[in-house]
């Protein structure tokens, strides 16, 4: 009986344990899909009730030391045009000193969310992370997997027109990456 309930003790936690590598295993190189512009209403219905957080995703990799306007160039190329906008935000009143030059929303393996913008237009190097409490300890698994994407050799920076509006500054700014060359060139408030 004795030697039973040994063998019983050292098998559960090695079950235990198989399964939750292969929990682990599964979580490797998660799938990011990024959600288009025309899908945020659906993307806000689904995750109306969840608690955002940037815990997680703060251990700093590469991509936080570049300029952000480069970032938004390279998730371009990635992922295409941004989930919204600071004219998608102003279109429905929303202040320009509130709002951020882009975000990127995404749902990471058909069910966790994360949501990527700029921390200050096109004046600050990085990016700032948000997503659900729940999921904080897959998030550095997910953000090694972002990094991995945007910092591909063979990644080609695309192509890109954004307008941001710096309350500090009282300025809005013309945001590309058009022929070679990044700008950000102070211009009266655009027609959105």
């Not at 050292?10 to 990011?32: G, T, V, Y």
């Not at 000193?97 to 393996?109: P, R």
Request: proline share 6%; glycine share 6%; with cysteine.
């Amino acid at each position: 009986m004795k030697k039973q309930s040994i063998t019983s003790l050292l098998i559960i936690p090695l079950i235990l344990l198989l399964n939750f590598s292969d929990a682990e295993a599964q979580f490797d190189d998660p799938e990011i899909r990024a959600i288009s512009n025309s899908e945020r209403s659906e993307f806000q219905d689904k995750f109306r009730g969840i608690a955002w957080t940037g815990q997680g995703l703060y251990n700093p990799t590469v991509i936080d030391r570049l300029p952000t306007v480069e970032l938004r160039s390279r998730l371009q190329a990635v992922f295409g045009d941004p989930t919204q906008t600071i004219g998608d935000l102003i279109k429905e009143n929303f202040r320009p000193g509130k709002a951020v030059q882009f975000e990127y929303w995404f749902i990471i393996d058909d069910e966790i969310p994360l949501m990527i913008l700029d921390l200050d237009g096109p004046f600050e190097n990085g990016l700032v992370y948000v997503g659900a409490s729940r999921y904080v300890d897959l998030m550095p698994q997910v953000k090694r997997t972002l990094t991995r994407k945007l910092m591909n050799s063979e990644l080609e920076l695309a192509a890109y027109c954004d307008y941001f509006y710096s309350p500090e500054r009282e300025q809005w700014y013309k945001v590309q990456y058009k022929d070679g060359e990044f700008s950000r060139r102070p211009i009266d408030r655009p027609e959105f």
